[in-house]
Nanobody, 116 residues
Framework: QVQLVESGGGLVQAGRSLRLSCAAS????????MGWYRQAPGKQRELLAD???????KYADFVKGRFTISRDDAKNTVYLQMNSLEPEDTAVYYC??????????WGQGTQVTVSS
């Protein structure tokens, strides 16, 4: 089992930045990819970015150039730096982990609200 705790969400004005953090605990040796998703009201949860243990990164097209994912395996933490935020980025942001065994884990989510 892997437990995930997100932090760093909040209310921010359009054009500003936020950095989300997600700390993993538990069976951390089993972690391969770490990623970020978001879900806006009335919409499906969507992948923003993920990063494998080997450092391969994938971004959704709509965040390229604005969001940056990184991970610190010494701290078992994945980050999402979000720049030039827009009201359309308002959503609950979720951390996720894929284990080598094929299990998928979710954090509890953190709210990001961007005001215009």
């Amino acid at each position: 089992q892997v437990q995930l705790v997100e932090s760093g969400g909040g209310l921010v004005q359009a054009g500003r930045s936020l950095r989300l953090s997600c700390a993993a605990s538990g069976s951390i040796f089993s972690i391969n990819a770490m990623g970020w998703y978001r879900q806006a009201p009335g919409k499906q949860r969507e992948l923003l970015a993920d990063i494998t243990r080997g450092g391969t990164i994938k971004y959704a097209d709509f965040v390229k150039g604005r969001f940056t994912i990184s991970r610190d395996d010494a701290k078992n933490t994945v980050y999402l730096q979000m720049n030039s935020l827009e009201p359309e980025d308002t959503a609950v942001y979720y951390c996720s982990v894929d284990s080598w065994g094929g299990h998928h884990y979710w954090g509890q989510g953190t709210q990001v609200t961007v005001s215009s």
